[in-house]
C-alpha cells in the first residue's frame, strides 16, 4: 500500500496583502516549508507538491527539503482549486498510489498526530474518505483511497474535493488539533500564528 502526500501550493493568495504567502516566514520558517516538512515526516511514503502561481519562488523557498519531496506543477492554476486537485489525484495514482493525503500549503499548524489518525482510520475503516474534525467542524487534511481518487476528473471551478462527499463514504476522525482549521489568507491571520 503506497500512501502518497499531496501538498497544494498552487494558489495566488490574492486576499493576502503583502505579497506570497506562502513565502512569509513563520517562526523563521516559510508558511509552505512548514506545511510541506510536516507532511514529509508523516507516515506517507512520498510526498508530491503542487505549484502553480509564483512557483519559481515557492520551489526555492522548499529547496531545503528537495531531497524528500517532488514538485511538480499545475499550468492551470488560474482555472481554480480543482485544477490543483485533480493534478495531486494524478500524482497519487500515477505512483500506485493506494491513499493520497491532501494537505494545504497555507495550513503550517497541522499536527504530526493528525496524518498518524488519517491513515489509520483510512486503513482501518471502509471508507473512500477520512477527514479530520475538531471541536464539531471537519478540517484538512483529508485522506482519499484510489477509488475516490478516480472520481476527481469530474471536479471542476474553484472547488476543491468536498463536493465528492456526498457520493461517497465518508469516516469522521475525531482529532485533538486546532490546526486543522488554521489557514492563513490574510495578513492578519499570519499575524495571530505569531
Known sequence: MTRVGILLAAGAGTRFERGNKLCQPLDGEPIVRRAARRLVESPVDETVVVLGHDAERVRRTLEPLESRLTVVRNERYDAGQSASVRRGAEEVLS????????????????????????????????????????????????????????????????????????????????????????????????????
Do not use: K, Q
Open 95 to 194: 505512483r500506485g498510489g493506494s491513499v493520497g493525503v491532501f494537505a494545504l500549503g497555507d495550513m503550517p499548524a497541522v499536527g504530526s498526530a493528525t496524518y498518524d489518525e488519517l491513515l489509520a482510520a483510512i486503513d482501518r475503516d471502509d471508507r473512500h474518505v477520512v477527514v479530520p474534525v475538531y471541536d464539531g467542524r471537519r478540517g484538512n487534511p483529508v485522506a482519499f483511497d484510489a477509488a475516490a481518487l478516480d472520481r476527481f476528473g469530474r471536479l471542476t471551478g474553484d472547488a476543491g474535493a468536498r463536493a465528492l462527499f456526498e457520493a461517497m463514504p465518508v469516516a469522521r476522525v475525531a482529532v485533538d488539533d486546532p490546526g486543522i482549521h488554521a489557514d492563513i489568507d490574510t495578513v492578519a491571520d499570519l499575524e495571530a500564528h505569531r
